[in-house]
C-alpha cells in the first residue's frame, strides 16, 4: 500500500473553509401530528433560498409536467405506491440539480433506509450539497393525539390544517375532512412506527451528520424559529430573508 501524504491540521482548516458546499440538506422527521408540516410551511414561506423535498409530492408535479420518467410509473405514483431506491434516489438528484440557487433543503419522508441514506449521500456529493443531519420533531404520544384529534387536511393537497379554524383547502378550496389514518387506532400504530424507526435514523445519522430534537410541544412560531435556527448551524449559512 503506497503512502499517502497528511496535511498536518492547521493546513487542513483552510483547505476545508476555502471550499464551501452550494447548499446543505437537512432531513426532518417526527410523529404524526408534531406540527411538522406547519413549521416547515411557515420557514418555506419566510424564506425562498429554502426548498422542500418531499417524495410524493416531486413525483406527482414531474407527472404534471409531462416529465418521461414519472409518466412511465404514472400508475405507482396515483396509486401511492412505494417506489424503488433507484426512482427515488433519481427524484432527489432531479430535485437537486433543478433548484439551483437554493441555500438549503428540507428532506421529508427520505431517506428511509441505509442504502436509501447511501444513495442520498452520492447524490449531494455529487451536486455539491452538504449533508447536514437529521431534525426530529417530538411530542409525548398524549400531545400528538391530542393535536391529531383536532386537525383535518386536504387529500389532494397535503395541507393539514386546525380543525373550527377553516373546513376549506386554503390551496384548491376543496373541502377538508378528517384523515382516515388519524383514526385512534391508526394514529397509535403510526406513532409506535416512528419509535421504532426513529432509533435506526438517529444510528444511521450521527455517522454523517448532527442529530436534533426539537420540543414539539412548542407553539408553530416557535418551531419554526428553532428549525430555522437549526438550518442556519447545520449549513453554517444565514438563511436570507427575500420574502
Ligand atoms: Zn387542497
Redesign the pocket.
Known amino acids: 500500500m503506497g503512502r499517502v501524504a497528511i496535511a498536518p491540521p492547521r493546513a487542513c482548516g483552510r483547505l476545508l473553509r476555502q471550499h464551501r458546499p452550494k447548499a446543505t440538506a437537512v432531513v426532518v422527521t417526527g410523529p404524526p401530528a408534531a406540527g411538522k408540516s406547519t413549521a416547515v410551511s411557515r420557514l418555506l414561506a419566510a424564506h425562498d433560498s429554502v426548498l422542500h423535498f418531499k417524495v410524493r409530492v416531486h413525483f406527482q408535479a414531474l407527472l404534471a409536467a409531462g416529465h418521461p420518467v414519472a409518466v412511465g410509473i404514472e400508475a405507482q405514483i396515483k396509486a401511492r405506491d412505494q417506489l424503488s431506491d433507484a426512482t427515488v434516489a433519481w427524484g432527489f438528484d432531479n430535485f437537486i440539480a433543478t433548484g439551483a440557487g437554493a441555500t438549503h433543503v428540507l428532506v421529508e419522508g427520505y431517506p428511509r433506509n441505509a442504502a436509501q441514506l447511501n444513495d442520498m449521500r452520492a447524490v449531494a456529493e455529487e451536486r455539491d450539497v452538504m449533508l447536514g443531519g437529521l431534525v426530529i420533531f417530538d411530542a409525548p404520544d398524549a400531545v400528538l393525539r391530542q393535536r391529531a384529534r383536532n386537525r383535518l387536511a ?1 387529500f ?2 397535503d ?1 393539514t390544517a386546525d380543525g373550527g379554524v377553516s373546513l376549506t ?1 386554503p ?4 373541502t377538508l375532512t378528517s384523515r382516515p389514518d388519524d383514526s385512534p387506532n391508526q394514529l397509535a400504530s403510526r406513532i409506535s412506527q416512528f419509535r421504532r424507526t426513529r432509533r435506526q435514523m438517529e444510528e444511521m445519522f450521527r455517522r454523517y451528520g448532527k442529530v436534533v430534537t426539537l420540543n414539539a410541544q412548542r407553539t408553530t412560531d416557535e418551531l419554526a424559529a428553532d428549525l430555522g435556527r437549526v438550518l442556519a448551524c447545520m449549513g453554517g449559512i444565514e438563511l436570507r430573508h427575500e420574502r
Open positions: 386536504c389532494q393537497c395541507v383547502c390551496r384548491c378550496g376543496g
